[in-house]
């Protein structure tokens, strides 16, 4: 059997899939590959990896897919990394850039905009890298770790999970483990043994990727009440329903 080509997204909230990956020795022929969340989703989209974990924002790219592990990158409270930051309230935000980097949130800001909020903006899509220059528009999605150092240069913050449990009542799915057609037992059983290793040694995690922690404060606090990692049948109820939105 071939080796097990992986991609997973390199923020905070997979260190401990990764770490139960690497170090769990649970999976040992794999091949792992860490990007930015909507690479995941094109490299399985290519078939230039077996699994990865994708945004929920690109399934319908998918003609099929199958959840290659019951595992997520969920909330069920606000979740400190997807964020919305503006300068002026809601009411008063004309345009927002959005961040390159997940589609999910793309989306999920729109439905929000739309369906909760009742704003139309217009909406203006950043270049890969767009926030790195320090130059801040005055409205901005954006996630994973590069949000911790963005909370002082904005006033008003909003946590799109948190809009959307508001808006719904559901938790949110920001990204999950899909292959494009279902994979073998002898494949997805270690995989699954791995990541639920590796949620099960959060502080390990941490400890492993210590040169590589954002300034987040509580880092731990954050993978352990932000961060959901079960895909459970309430956040499969509220996978559907945004997906519902799409389209």
């Given at each position: 059997m071939p080796a097990l080509r992986i991609s997973a997204v390199?923020?905070?909230?997979?260190?401990p899939?990764?770490?139960?990956?690497k170090e769990s020795g649970l999976l040992t022929d794999y091949r792992l590959e860490l990007d930015v969340p909507s690479v995941c989703a094109e490299k399985l989209k290519k078939g230039k990896v077996d699994v990865s974990l994708v945004p929920v924002g690109a399934l319908p790219d998918f003609r099929k897919y199958s959840i290659a592990a019951?595992?997520?990158?969920?909330?069920?409270?606000e979740v400190r990394?997807?964020?919305?930051?503006s300068k002026v309230p809601l009411d008063r935000i004309r345009t927002i850039h959005l961040d390159f980097d997940s589609r999910t949130s793309v989306r999920l800001v729109k439905v929000l905009a739309t369906h909760h909020w009742k704003i139309t903006p217009a909406w203006i899509p950043l270049k890969?890298?767009?926030l790195a220059s320090g130059d801040l528009p005055?409205?901005?999605?954006?996630i994973g770790d590069k949000t911790f150092g963005m909370r002082s240069h904005y006033p008003f913050i909003y946590d799109l999970a948190g809009e959307w449990i508001s808006f719904t009542g559901l938790p949110f799915v920001f990204a999950l483990w899909i292959s494009k057609q279902e994979l073998p037992d002898p494949m997805t059983t270690p995989l699954a043994k791995a990541l639920e290793f590796g949620i099960s040694h959060k502080k390990e995690s941490l400890d492993y990727f210590h040169d590589?922690?954002?300034d987040c404060g509580d880092c731990l606090g954050y993978l352990e009440e932000n961060i959901s990692y079960h895909l459970d049948e309430s956040k499969k109820m509220g996978m559907e329903r945004f997906l519902e939105y799409l389209e």
């Amino acid at each position: 059997m071939p080796a097990l080509r992986i991609s997973a997204v390199s923020y905070l909230n997979t260190f401990p899939f990764v770490y139960g990956i690497k170090e769990s020795g649970l999976l040992t022929d794999y091949r792992l590959e860490l990007d930015v969340p909507s690479v995941c989703a094109e490299k399985l989209k290519k078939g230039k990896v077996d699994v990865s974990l994708v945004p929920v924002g690109a399934l319908p790219d998918f003609r099929k897919y199958s959840i290659a592990a019951p595992y997520c990158i969920g909330a069920v409270k606000e979740v400190r990394t997807v964020l919305l930051f503006s300068k002026v309230p809601l009411d008063r935000i004309r345009t927002i850039h959005l961040d390159f980097d997940s589609r999910t949130s793309v989306r999920l800001v729109k439905v929000l905009a739309t369906h909760h909020w009742k704003i139309t903006p217009a909406w203006i899509p950043l270049k890969p890298g767009g926030l790195a220059s320090g130059d801040l528009p005055e409205s901005v999605v954006a996630i994973g770790d590069k949000t911790f150092g963005m909370r002082s240069h904005y006033p008003f913050i909003y946590d799109l999970a948190g809009e959307w449990i508001s808006f719904t009542g559901l938790p949110f799915v920001f990204a999950l483990w899909i292959s494009k057609q279902e994979l073998p037992d002898p494949m997805t059983t270690p995989l699954a043994k791995a990541l639920e290793f590796g949620i099960s040694h959060k502080k390990e995690s941490l400890d492993y990727f210590h040169d590589r922690l954002p300034d987040c404060g509580d880092c731990l606090g954050y993978l352990e009440e932000n961060i959901s990692y079960h895909l459970d049948e309430s956040k499969k109820m509220g996978m559907e329903r945004f997906l519902e939105y799409l389209e």
